[in-house]
């Protein structure tokens, strides 16, 4: 009976082992890189997907943002954390991680580049007038830590793009984060809180 009750349990264990085997080779053989997902990204607009590439950009301010890229080709994607996940740490940049997300697009046609155009003429009135702070371009952080173009430079390129497509608009990819982890298994650095910034002036 104790040898039947050991086959069994051995049994049991092989079992395990291998449905856990293959749940990971699932996951594996689900994960793209950047590259191939957007080589047909349409299919998989407001779905879930996982990605990995390696974080080439943390947003500076809040950390809401970072971009994935696959180093070769230099192929990147905005990835957006939402409210109720915690910042992205600065210090995930260099780093391989897996990301599960959820694709969505956003459509740059000539009204979205009219509208864009609008905002920038209006941040340099600003600037000019009241000595502000330039407002940032439509593409928000896209521009930031990176040799972009910015302001109407960056609007006339897109419409020089959107014009060589040949199509009526320009599809702009992020996805908004589900969960991301390390690809290497180790643990993920946590945001730290940026300290206040002291006012430039004293008052008098």
Sequence with gaps: ????????????????????QEAENTEAANVMTVSQLLEGPEQYI?????????VTHVCKHGGRRIHITDLEPNVKIRIEAPENMPAFARELEGSDVVVTAILRETRIDAAYLDEWEAEVR????????????????????????????????????????????GKPYLSNWYADAVSYKMKDGSVIPVAKEEPAEESAETEK
């Design 46 to 54: 407001d779905k879930e997907i996982t990605l990995e590439g390696t």
């Design 122 to 165: 209006e941040g340099m009135e600003r600037e000019n007038h009241d000595h502000a702070t330039p407002s940032a371009t439509a593409e928000g952080e896209e521009n930031e830590g990176h040799v972009e173009p910015q302001g109407l430079d960056a609007v006339n390129a897109k419409r020089a793009e959107l014009k060589a497509s």
């Design 1 to 20: 009976m104790k040898q039947i009750l050991s086959l069994a349990l051995i049994a049991v264990l092989f079992t395990a082992c291998g449905q856990k």
